[in-house]
């Protein structure tokens, strides 16, 4: 609070956090963040011989990629082994990865369709993993905006994502799928203290949307053709415009 204390203007990234902050007693102006449509292009419809679920950025908490997990086991999708697969994404490296499945707590079976793909990569390396994408999944708990639906839809990508906290000020229904968030937990990190709380999917929801989309192809198409126009009010030029609106009105 005492760097924003000494701030004339506060910039946001959505109307979630907006109004997080306005709890506080601090006025904001939301701008949102942007994506770079020369990386993140239109790949085209997917036509991949085995089905593809995509979530990247795994094995982080707030990602929620546990929630994901149990919903592909729920959704029976894990049953398919030739017809379908689950692949996780994750710039943790393998040990650490090993440690969140398998601990004290909690020793977790990775079904055979199920794989996992571990270290960083660069943007347009992602923009070729989301090319052999037939759905992203990304069902997070928190966000302050959220920006690997928007690209992967901007790839033409059909994407679910939990309908919460930011990921309301862009989601449509006609664009993606969406998973309503009805669960709170506590919102800890290992380096701060708790921070108010977190939303979790409705596992059981997540997984019958997983298998809708599986079941429903050509319907994550569509979505997936118009959601490539409908992100582009977030390309980099588009953002760019409105914050030298911003400055000029100052």
């Not at 996992?116 to 347009?124: K, Q």
């Not at 429903?216 to 953002?239: D, F, H, P």
Request: proline share 5%; glycine share 6%; aromatic share 14%.
């Amino acid at each position: 609070c005492e760097y924003l204390d000494q701030a004339d203007h506060i910039l946001v990234p959505t109307m979630f956090v907006q109004r997080a902050f306005e709890r506080k007693g601090y006025k904001t102006t939301v701008i949102p963040l942007g994506y770079d449509p020369e990386v993140f292009t239109d790949q085209g419809v997917r036509n991949n011989e085995v089905f593809t679920f995509m979530h990247y950025e795994a094995f982080q908490d707030r990602k929620g990629w546990e929630d994901l997990y149990d919903a592909w086991l729920l959704s029976g999708l894990a049953e398919l082994d030739t017809e379908c697969q689950l692949i996780f994404k994750t710039i943790k490296p393998l040990k650490e990865v090993y440690e969140k499945l398998y601990n004290e707590e909690r020793s977790i079976f990775v079904p055979p369709n199920v794989h996992i793909m571990c270290g960083e990569l660069p943007l347009r390396c992602l923009v070729d993993i989301l090319a052999e994408t037939d759905c992203f999944v990304f069902p997070s708990r928190g966000e302050g905006f959220s920006l690997p639906p928007i690209e992967a839809m901007a790839t033409g990508c059909p994407t679910i994502i939990s309908k919460g906290h930011s990921h309301m000020d862009y989601y449509d229904e006609k664009y993606m799928y969406g998973v309503d968030c009805n669960i709170r937990i506590p919102a800890e990190y290992s380096n701060w203290e708790s921070q108010g709380h977190f939303v979790r999917c409705n596992v059981h929801d997540l997984a019958s949307t997983l298998r809708h989309v599986y079941e429903n192809r050509q319907e994550a198409i569509s979505k997936g053709r118009l959601a490539v126009e409908y992100v582009k009010k977030y390309t980099y030029s588009e953002i760019a415009e409105k914050f030298k609106s911003y400055l000029c009105q100052l």
